[in-house]
């Protein structure tokens, strides 16, 4: 099986405070890119750029809500700002609700999808 090879490259990963967010920045980081990493979790997202700084690469962590515009128009500003280029984005952040399709209100399939189709 080949073995992904990211050195020298930038990964970008939205909603890496936890889970396959998390483990697919650390994934990205043993395979030797630098990250930038964003989630609504800081406390996560620190542990989660912690995990990265140990395994020897860099990283720009932002506390970045993902379903703003404004935000996330100032965050890709940064970025651009700090970093060469962006080689792999992994727009990963999602949400969801544990109600009924038909009793959802229009407002929650709103945030749902600014989150999950955008971020």
């Known amino acids: 099986m080949a073995t ?3 050195a020298g490259k930038t990964a970008l990963v939205t909603g890496a405070a936890s889970g396959i967010g998390r483990a697919s920045a650390l994934a990205f980081a043993r395979a ?8 609504l979790n800081e406390a ?3 542990e989660t750029a912690g995990m990265i700084r ?3 690469r860099g990283v720009l962590a932002r ?3 993902v379903a703003s515009r404004e935000a996330m128009g100032a965050f890709a500003a940064e970025v651009h700002r700090e970093r060469e280029a962006v080689d792999v ?3 990963n952040a999602g949400v969801g ?3 009924r399709f038909l009793e959802t ?5 709103e945030w749902i999808l600014s989150i999950n189709l955008w971020g």
């Open 63 to 65: 506390r970045v809500d």
């Open 105 to 109: 209100p229009l407002e929650d399939w």
């Open 44 to 46: 996560g997202l620190e």
């Open 97 to 99: 609700l544990g109600a």
């Open 4 to 6: 992904l090879d990211l």
């Open 89 to 91: 984005l992994m727009n």
């Open 32 to 39: 030797g890119a630098d990250l930038v990493v964003c989630d």
């Open 54 to 56: 140990g395994l020897g």
